[in-house]
């Protein structure tokens, strides 16, 4: 099973809403990634947790919030998102066993904010 | 510094045409160097991965490419195009090999014609 599963498919919510976007692989992976994707633009990494360890990208604002209950459950916590927060956010994770590793990708949610 | 361009943002083969997107990359080391498809609608999946075991890497779904260091080139080509090809690609440039400090290009968005 090579599957990375994201909920909900879809959300859309108000600037003044607290939602979260959930991610999980039962793949064994120890690095689960979130990414977040513009339309027509690459993806853009924004944490990773790496064998629960965090790594963030400094230009992520507050208002998104990682957490990384256990090693296969990836939970992205949303809260007074603005417009330009709209785009669809990606799950990822890898095995993180070297040069020959391979990343998995889950299907995204796509985030509306009004 | 690490980045990669892609030449071409669209293009455009017939159906059962040789595919060739063109990837070239910037990296004062020997980088490690993806290829990654999005279909419509989805996340990305990974093609192929170069970690200088090859310089001609076989990835998924019959596609390839080979790492050419004398001209910084990483192309992805694939001997016949299907329909089902359509979709976005990009190419990425990682100096640890890791995912975690993956830069990705701008992406090109291939177009079969039937």
Redesign the interface.
Known sequence: DTE?T?TPKHLVMGMTNKKSLKCEQHMGHR?M?WYKQKA????E?MF?Y?YEKL?INESVPSRFSPECPNSSLLNLHLHALQPEDSALY???S?Q?S???????????TRLTVL | AQSVTQLGSHVSVSEGALVLLRCNYSSSVPP?LFWYVQYP??????LL?Y??AATLVKGINGFEAEFKKSETSFHLTKPSAHMSDAAEY?C?VSLS????K?T????TKLQVIP
């Open positions: 990375v994201q690095a990634y027509k633009k690459p993806p990494l990773v790496s790594s990606l799950c990822a890898s993180e070297g040069v020959t590793d391979t990343q998995y990708f889950g299907p995204g | 490690y609608n989805q996340g990305l999946q990974l991965k970690t200088s990009f990425a090999g890791g995912y975690q993956v990705f290009g701008i992406g």
